[in-house]
T-cell receptor, first 113, second 109 residues
Framework: IAGITQAPTSQILAAGRRMTLRCTQD?????MYWYRQDLGLGLRLIHY???????GKGEVPDGYSVSRANTDDFPLTLASAVPSQTSVYFC????????????FGPGTRLTVL | GQNIDQPTEMTATEGAIVQINCTYQ??????LFWYQQHAGEAPTFLSY??LDGLEEKGRFSSFLSRSKGYSYLLLKELQMKDSASYLC??????????WGAGTKLIIKP
């Protein structure tokens, strides 16, 4: 089934630990995105990639890093987790940067204690 | 700064019509999107407007006025399954989406 998968579904993490959230799409979309969603706030862009091999910073990139080694995968890494990174993380993809709709993965609920 | 405003919560009755408003102030404009998000799930695409006017898609319609920085989503013949959050997002001059906090729509029988 075509779409986006994310792993893990949820995770509880101790502060200071390193964590990688995985995202894979099989739609051959060029652009991919990582958002965080917090109660009362809109989705906020963390990092994006317009095509394999390139990445860019979004609105809230501090404390996060990404890589885009191929078209399908776009992992998000928290080098040293802090409690303020407790959130729901969504990965999304679109065929190209513009003006296409974005397709979202099911999300990862992350709690940092 | 960039800002998207939408009501936090609205209540409507099954079978009725509801209009969810969105006003925006962004650095540039390259289209406005509406997404639906059921509780605990991912957002899903509803509509896209880049020119002024009304776009109709079944029970859902979306309107845009670029000069007023305003859009609305109109839902007709409301069904219980329409209970969800509705997210307004604007694509800015950098082609990044700026998202509103969403409007939680509660449908009562």
């Amino acid at each position: 089934i075509a779409g986006i998968t994310q792993a893990p579904t949820s995770q509880i993490l101790a502060a200071g630990r390193r964590m990688t959230l995985r995202c894979t799409q099989d739609m051959r979309h060029n652009a991919m995105y990582w958002y965080r969603q917090d109660l009362g706030l809109g989705l906020r862009l963390i990092h994006y990639s317009n095509t394999a091999g390139t990445t860019g910073k979004g609105e809230v990139p501090d404390g996060y890093s990404v890589s885009r080694a191929n078209t399908d995968d776009f992992p998000l890494t928290l080098a040293s987790a802090v409690p303020s990174q407790t959130s729901v993380y969504f990965c999304a993809s679109s065929r190209d940067r513009e003006p296409n709709e974005q397709f979202f993965g099911p999300g990862t609920r992350l709690t940092v204690l | 700064g960039q800002n998207i405003d939408q009501p936090t919560e609205m209540t409507a009755t099954e079978g009725a019509i509801v209009q969810i408003n969105c006003t925006y102030q962004t650095s540039g404009f390259n289209g406005l999107f509406w997404y639906q998000q059921h509780a605990g799930e991912a957002p899903t695409f509803l509509s896209y407007n880049v020119l002024d006017g009304l776009e109709e898609k079944g029970r859902f319609s979306s309107f845009l006025s670029r000069s007023k920085g305003y859009s609305y989503l109109l839902l007709k013949e409301l069904q219980m399954k329409d209970s969800a959050s509705y997210l307004c997002a604007v694509r800015d001059s950098n082609y990044q989406l700026i998202w509103g906090a969403g409007t939680k729509l509660i449908i009562k029988p």
